[in-house]
């Protein structure tokens, strides 16, 4: 099964630093095969017959012996990347006109009642909920006034990872590119 490994919190500020080769390394010794990382946010597309509930604490614990920290990994196969992508519609971009992130959910908070706890502005912000994720895009010409930045420090935004839409395309192309073992 093809799957993408989010990683939460690297390479921000230049804190938790976790270089690209040493990361894909650490993956290949816990078991995954066609290791491949996509830029420095911590996306790493691999094969691995494992079930997700298997593989994440695996994962972790391979990181963390790898970098001295531990780092919350989320996976998603390479279906329900599809999924997300889809739903987006194609003219949502990030770019200096708007800004379109995807904050894939930690399984406890994945639900459409989230989208309730969330400040969103109108005529700023559009944002949905769909299925592992919620997807948020701002007029960049409003982005200040956006409510998205209202998240920060809550306790959802623990629970999530973000990939900005342009990012989240280019993993989908990479991981359908792949050959299910």
Excluded: C
């Excluded at 956006?146 to 998240?151: E, F, Q």
Aim: a negative charge; aromatic letters at 8%.
């Amino acid at each position: 099964m093809t799957y993408v490994a989010l990683l939460r919190g690297i390479n921000v500020g230049g804190q938790r630093k976790v270089e690209m080769g040493r990361l894909k390394k650490a993956f290949e010794r816990a078991g995954a095969v066609d290791v491949r990382t996509y830029i420095n946010s911590g996306n790493v597309i691999f094969e691995d017959d494992r079930r997700i509930a298997d593989l994440v604490p695996a994962l972790e614990e391979a990181i963390e012996d790898e970098f001295g920290f531990h780092v919350k990994v989320l996976l998603r196969d390479k279906e329900s990347i599809a999924a997300v992508v889809e739903a987006i519609p194609d003219s949502w971009v990030n770019d200096k006109t708007e800004r379109t992130d995807v904050w894939f959910l930690w399984e406890e908070y994945d639900s459409p009642d989230v989208i309730g706890e969330l400040s969103i502005k109108e005529g700023i912000d559009e944002v949905f909920y769909v299925d592992g994720a919620v997807v948020w895009r701002a007029d960049g010409a409003q982005l200040t006034r956006s409510g998205r930045g209202r998240v920060i420090g809550s306790t959802l935004y623990k629970h999530l990872t973000s990939r900005n839409v342009n990012t989240l395309r280019k993993i989908h192309q990479l991981m359908a590119e792949t050959v299910d073992g």
